[in-house]
């Protein structure tokens, strides 16, 4: 399956493209200039792939949550080459990317992600290791990590919410943690393939970016 995946949702420009099963990805910090270099970037990242748009299978487009501007450009981009293409777009939250991203390095089985939103509030999930692929336990939310009811000791952690001063004395009690806080295109495109393998997708226009910004962060019952 050829794959091309986006996200813009920090302050990086991700992209990573499969040609079958051999994967390019290029990420680059370019701040609020996204817009600007994006397609650039997917040229040059789909030339060394050796491919063209009209090769592709399917899209995969990081919905965040995230920087505002950056959701909008990336889903905007997908939008675009999925209604010209027809191509079928799998939404992959930008947390579960994080996510995923722990899983390669260091297989971890419950990961808890963090992302710094405003003051001491964070995007957040909790994903745990199915067969290799990052799975949500619930719903994404925007949060203040000590309201959260969760045995912080059976988890590990990821995202630069991590180093917030909010974070410290919940820190002391995961197994690990890292500040990783810009996803991958290998992460992405592993999380996309899974989905579009499971439902085949969504179509152009429901191919949406995810703000979180009016989630009404209800705080979970304990995970053990």
Known sequence: MNLLALDTSTR?????????????ERSEKVDRTHSQVVLPMINEVMARA??????????????????FTGLR???????????????????????????????????DDKIAVAMHAR???MFFGCYRNENG????????????????DLDWSIHTA??????HESAALIRGQLLDFDNVGVPQGSDLVTLGRHII????????????????RETVATPPSKQR
């Open 73 to 107: 450009i990336a889903a905007g981009v997908m939008q675009g080459l999925a209604f010209g293409l027809e191509l079928p777009v799998a939404p992959v939250s930008t947390l579960a990317a994080l996510a995923q991203g722990r899983i390669r390095r260091h297989g």
């Open 133 to 148: 692929v990052a799975v949500c336990e619930f719903d994404e939310r925007i949060a203040v990590l000590d309201d959260l």
């Open 197 to 212: 393998g499971q439902n085949g997708g969504v179509v152009a226009s429901e191919a949406l970016p995810q703000y979180l």
């Open 50 to 67: 050796e491919l063209v748009l009209g090769e592709l299978d399917g899209l995969i487009l990081g919905q965040g949550p995230g920087s």
């Open 158 to 163: 990821t995202g630069d919410g991590w180093l």
């Open 119 to 121: 003051v001491d509030e």
């Open 12 to 24: 990086s420009c991700v992209i990573g493209v499969a040609n079958g099963a051999v994967l390019f």
